[in-house]
């Protein structure tokens, strides 16, 4: 588990393998903060699918999460079933 600059830090590391989809648990994380991490992933990484967790709360900023890169936004807890519907989904 990293922190938003950690993860774009670790992406950015020329020994990083350039990865195929990316999940993102933004719990914890205030909605203006998970914005602008998703902003500065997708701007790095137009290309990589991202599959959003996040609080029930945050849920019904969804749309907000989708305008913002993410490719589907699940509300924890999830099933692994559905994440990796959901993953499965963003790697087409």
Same mark, same amino acid.
């Not at 670790?10 to 998970?34: K, N, V």
């Not at 709360?57 to 807890?77: I, N, R």
């Given at each position: 588990?990293?922190? /938003?600059?950690?993860?774009?830090? *670790?992406?950015? =590391? /020329?020994?990083? +393998? ?10 914890? *994380?205030? %909605?203006?903060? @998970? %914005? ?9 990484? /137009?290309?990589? /699918? ?6 029930? +709360? *945050? @849920? +019904? *900023? =969804?749309?907000? %999460?989708?305008? =913002? ?10 099933? $692994?079933? #559905?994440? $990796? ?5 963003? %790697? #087409?």
């Amino acid at each position: 588990v990293y922190a /938003p600059p950690q993860v774009l830090a *670790q992406l950015q =590391s /020329p020994q990083t +393998e350039a990865p195929e989809a990316m999940i993102a648990d933004i719990s914890g *994380q205030s %909605l203006s903060g @998970a %914005l602008s991490f998703l902003h500065a992933v997708q701007f790095a990484f /137009p290309d990589l /699918p991202i599959v959003t967790l996040t609080t029930l +709360e *945050q @849920a +019904e *900023q =969804s749309d907000a %999460l989708l305008c =913002s890169g993410s490719m589907d936004v699940l509300p924890k807890p999830v099933s $692994r079933a #559905r994440l $990796r519907i959901s993953v499965m989904n963003a %790697l #087409r």
